[in-house]
Structures are given as C-alpha cells and as structure tokens.
C-alpha cells in the first residue's frame, strides 16, 4: 500500500486497450496494460486497491498498487459493474437477451464474492437503468429494485434470501444512505390517474412510518443524492415535456430532505432548467447551477437557505474537489470549456481555465489535478484526455484515436488537504496557444468597439450596489445605466460615420444638427425619469435633507444586513465593514437632525 500523498493514478479505455498508469507525468509506463479494442467497461473499489475491467472475454479484478490479477470472471458481455463498499463484492450487468429457440433469457445480473470467486447471487435484471444492488457501508444489508418494492438481503450472505422488504404501490427508484447506522432509504413513488408524485425517507427497518415527504405533480425522472454523513437527500426532479415551452429539456425542480423530517422545495430566483448540484464533502451545504444561460450559481447551507451568489456565466456542472476547499463550475456540452475555481474558505474566484470540447471531468483524489477529456462516440474527433492543475494549468495531454472512457482511482484518506498554491505569473491556461476565433464583422465595423451583447451579464446579488447608484433606486439606476448606453451607441456611430467620411476632423451640418437632435431626444427621458424619481422618493428640499434622507437608507441597509448576519448568511467584506460603521452613521444622522432644527427654527 502506497504511503500518504502518493502519485494519483488513473485508468484509460480506448480502442488500444485498458491501461493503468500511476502520475501525471508523460510518457510514464503503465502498471497493466491488456490491449485489445473490445473493452466495455472499467471500475475502481471505493478504496481505491483494487481495479476490474471487461476486455470482450472475461472480468478481470486486479490489484492497483502491483497490477498482480486476483481474479477473473467467465462474462465477455459485462457492459456495467460496481463494487461493494469493502470490496468484498464484485457485481456486474450485462444487456438481457433470449437466444433462438429458448423461451425466456438467461440470468443477466451476477453477484460474486472476490475472495473467493464464489457466484454469490444472480437474477433476471432487464433494465440497465436502477440495476445496480445498493450495500450499506458495513455490508450488513443488500438492497435490489423490483416491481413496486425493494428487497433486502444479508449483505454476507445471500443464500438466506430475503430478509426484509419495502412495499409501496408505484416504488420506481431507491437510494440507500451512506455513513453508519441507522441507515435510510429514500424511495420515489410515481403518481398515477391524478395524485402526485413523492419521495418518502425510512429509517431501516422502521417502515412502519417515514422520517420525512415531500409530494409534487412535476416528475418523470429523478435523481436522489445523500449528502455522505447520511442525514440530508437532494431530490431533483425532471418532466419530459415543459408545458410553458420555456424549456426545450423540460421542467426541472430541486427538493432538499432530512432525516429529522425537514422537506422544502430549494428555492431559486431565476427561470430555467437545474443543471448540476454538489453536496460538499461534509454534508452542511451544497451548491446548485440553475436557470437560462448564462446560469447562476449559488451555495446553500444544511437547512436549504442561500448563503452565496457566485453570479452568472456559461456554467452547467458543479463539483467540489474531495478535501472541499475548492469548488469548480465549468460550462461543457454545447459550451465553450470555460473552468471557474473558487476557493471556498473565502468565496474567492481562484483561477480559470479552458478545457474545450470535454465530455468527462473529475477532479483528483488529491485535490489539486483534475481530469479532462473528449470521448468517443460522444465526440468523434480530437479524443484524448488532458490532466491540470488547478493553479498551474495544464500538465498532461495524451491525444486518442477512440478513446471510451478514463477515470481517477479513487484515494480515501490518503491525501493531506495543503493551501490553496499561488497563482503564477503569465497565461497558463488554455491547451492550445492559439487564440480563439473571433465573431465574425462586417469590414465596415471592424477595428471599433461592438454595441452588440450576446447575453445580459448579471451581478451577483450580494455584491454592494451602491458604489455608483448615488442612491437611486435600482429601477432608476437601470434607466440611468440605459440611458448613458444610448449616449455612447450615438456617440461612436457619430464617430464612425465621421470616420467613413474620411477627410475632415470637423462634423459636417448635418451631423451636428443630428447629433443635438439626438441629445435633446435623450436628455428629454433623463429629465422625466429623474422627476418621477424625485417624485416617489420625496426627493426635493435642502441639500441636508438630502444628506438625511441617504443617512436614513444606509441605516435601513445596515438592519437588512445585521438579519442576514443573525441568521448566519455569508456576508461580503464591504457588507461586514458597513455594518462596523453602524454607530458612525447614527452619530451623524444625529448631528445632522440637530442641525436642521436649528436652521429652522431660525
């Protein structure tokens, strides 16, 4: 076993074979290499020691740190497998067939004891998808999906059959708890002729009643995923079909869980689709990507509350690295590749980088690499995988022909969480030193600046706002900000236009009589919306009145901001600075209340 913060190591399946290779460094020799272009699929234990594959012939289960085989299984079919959490356990699918001639097909989902290479289990399993058994962490209870039900087995011995069961009319999905006992189920029960949908918890084997529901009507498809302490699920849930034709993927929604029976629906602030979420590693937050291009991202705390806006961008994927101090949001699919890494301690974004065309990311057990790459039959063209470090950028690119599938060997405990490393001097970050393709403009417009925005960029939310709105309204601010943008759109085309006609420096009648035409029409909105402003505010009056009426708004702001402060949401710096100069503004309001009462009574 390697000692601790060994060289990460990875597997790769491509039309050459299976390797396992331990490094990021180039050119370094694999520990096992099996070649041969009919690999169906790859597989790491949880702990990282052992590593099997299927190569078209048989299940190969070897060990990662020598490459020594420890056992082999006869199925050339496999296209799935999985291993128990203590690797006692190997199962693997493969797709269901009747053969001609034969009236019902053969077993297709088996369950074998490595140690011993004993077929421990075996059952007709149609569907690939829900196909895999579910252990607890100890391996004392086995879990498998059937028709409306759930059945339990003794996770070391499955010649007693089963021992417990789950019944409920309409049981689709389940998901067993991770962490220790008592474990959970969490359960999806599709609803029918009318009645809603609902995911229930149990405590096993109570389910006699549930810790916590929650129903909803919106739901063809769900995902459930446990936070790893075990005591919180995050329900997402998905139509086929979004009715407001506001989605081409459906309408998606997202639920949040707890044993001790909280059940709330997340709330979002922006329309669209849920992309990603990520719990982070240890269970009190998450963090969700949601709504219409660009997408915001935000973090949530263990009782569902947003606590952070990161803003908005081309993002669809959210993952947090395995020690939780740095969470990425990156944008792939139909996105350019863009990678966000935000150190989470202080929310601060760290570094970006580009990983173009990628179909696969994981971060390394190390916390400090991550793992791209474009597979096949996704992507056809330029596969290959491409190992960066998440300050330095990139380290290794190993371009494919085929490439299917590569993976981190997982590493549990065996890295020490070290500071965030210091960004380098220079550009480090795309793969290619190529720059990226422009828009393409029209001759006449090339060489100044664009009035044109593909997407309306989106502050974040918690930022403080009032640097440059002179304490106008956000409604008013708008107006404002769209008005100086018409001023400078009139400007550069004055400008432009002058340009194109070449010789003289000075504008001709003409376009001075537009350009003070142009002012006169902008300057007549500005007028009218500053006095409806003035008008709903009860602006007017001495300069001092003024001063008092912004006084009295930064000390509403600092209430605002001392609520949020008392329910334990992230403040920014400026925000906890503002609340510092509380007493400060309260003596000059003081002052300044004083000073008008005298001037009036003079």
């Known amino acids: 076993m390697a000692g601790r913060n060994p060289a990460p190591a990875f597997a790769v399946r491509s039309c050459e074979g299976v390797s396992l290779f331990r490094g990021v460094e180039k050119g370094a020799a694999p520990i096992i290499k099996d070649e041969g272009n009919a690999a169906r699929c790859i597989v790491f234990s949880p702990d990282g020691q052992l590593f099997a594959w299927c190569n078209g012939k048989s299940i190969v ?11 082999e299984f006869p199925r050339s079919r496999t296209t799935a497998m999985v291993f128990s959490p203590k690797r006692t356990f190997l199962a693997a699918w493969e797709g269901y067939q009747i053969k001609p001639g034969a009236t019902s097909g053969a077993n297709n989902m088996a369950i ?22 579910q252990w607890t962490d100890d391996e004392s209870l086995c879990a498998r999906n059937v028709t409306n039900q759930v059945d339990f087995y003794e996770g070391q011995n499955f010649a007693k059959g089963i021992v417990n069961r789950l019944q409920l009319p309409g049981l689709e999905k389940f998901s067993l708890s991770p962490g220790a006992a008592p474990y959970k189920i969490s359960a999806f029960i599709a609803g029918k002729k009318g009645a809603p949908s609902s995911v229930r918890l149990y405590e096993i084997p109570r389910f006699e009643s549930g810790l916590s529901n ?25 139509t086929e079909v979004d009715k407001t034709g506001q989605s081409y993927y459906g309408e998606t929604n997202l639920y949040y869980l ?11 602030d922006k329309q669209g689709p849920i992309s990603d979420f990520d719990w982070s590693p240890d269970g009190t937050e998450f963090v969700v990507v949601y709504g219409f291009m660009p997408a915001r991202a935000a973090l949530f705390n263990k009782t569902g509350d947003r606590v952070k806006d990161f803003g908005s961008g081309p993002r669809n994927l959210v993952k947090y690295s395995p020690h939780g101090n740095i969470i990425c949001l990156a944008g792939f699919g139909n996105l350019r590749g863009e990678v966000e890494l935000w150190g989470r301690e202080k929310c601060q974004l760290l570094n970006k980088l580009q990983a173009s065309d990628s179909t696969v990311f994981e971060w390394g057990p190390d916390s400090r690499h991550i793992l791209t790459a474009t597979t096949s039959p ?15 950028g990139l380290v290794l690119e190993v371009p494919c022909k085929e490439l299917w599938d590569v993976k981190w060997c997982p590493a549990p405990g065996q890295y020490d969480e070290r500071p965030i490393s210091p960004k380098p001097s220079g550009a480090v970050q795309t793969a290619a030193a190529a720059a990226k393709p422009g828009v393409y403009r029209p001759p006449g417009a090339r060489g100044a600046p664009s009035t044109i925005k593909l997407h309306e960029e989106e502050e974040k939310e918690d930022e403080d706002d009032e640097k440059e709105g002179d304490g106008l309204s956000k409604a008013a601010l708008k ?24 010789a003289s420096a000075e504008l001709t009648k003409d376009r001075k009589a537009a350009l003070e035409a142009a002012r006169v029409v902008l300057a007549e909105p500005a007028k009218a919306a500053a006095a409806a402003e003035s008008a709903a505010s009860g602006e007017g009056g001495s300069e001092g009145e003024k001063k008092l009426r912004n006084l009295n708004k930064k000390l509403r ?6 609520e949020k402060q008392a329910r334990g949401e992230f403040l920014q ?28 009574v003079k």
């Open 214 to 238: 929650k129903s909803f009507y919106k739901a063809d498809k769900v995902d459930m995923v446990w936070n790893k302490q075990g005591t919180a699920v995050l329900v997402s849930t998905q």
């Open 557 to 562: 702001q600092i209430d605002e901001l001392k």
């Open 258 to 268: 707890t044993a001790a029976g909280l059940s709330v629906a997340v709330q979002l």
């Open 479 to 502: 107006n404002k900000k769209k008005r100086e943008a018409k001023a400078r759109a009139a400007a550069l085309a004055a400008a432009a236009e002058g340009a194109g006609a070449g």
């Open 112 to 133: 074998w004891n490595i140690a011993t290479g004993e077929l421990v289990f075996e059952c007709i399993q149609k569907r690939m998808d829900g196909w895999e058994p």
């Open 61 to 71: 289960v070897a060990e990662v740190g020598t490459g020594r085989k420890v056992t």
């Open 573 to 600: 710096a400026n925000q906890v600075e503002k609340i510092q100069a509380e007493a400060s503004v309260k003596e000059e309001i003081r002052a300044l209340e004083a000073q008008l009462a005298a001037a009036k």
């Open 378 to 392: 996704r992507l056809k063209v330029d596969n290959g995988h491409k190992i960066w470090h998440y300050m330095n």
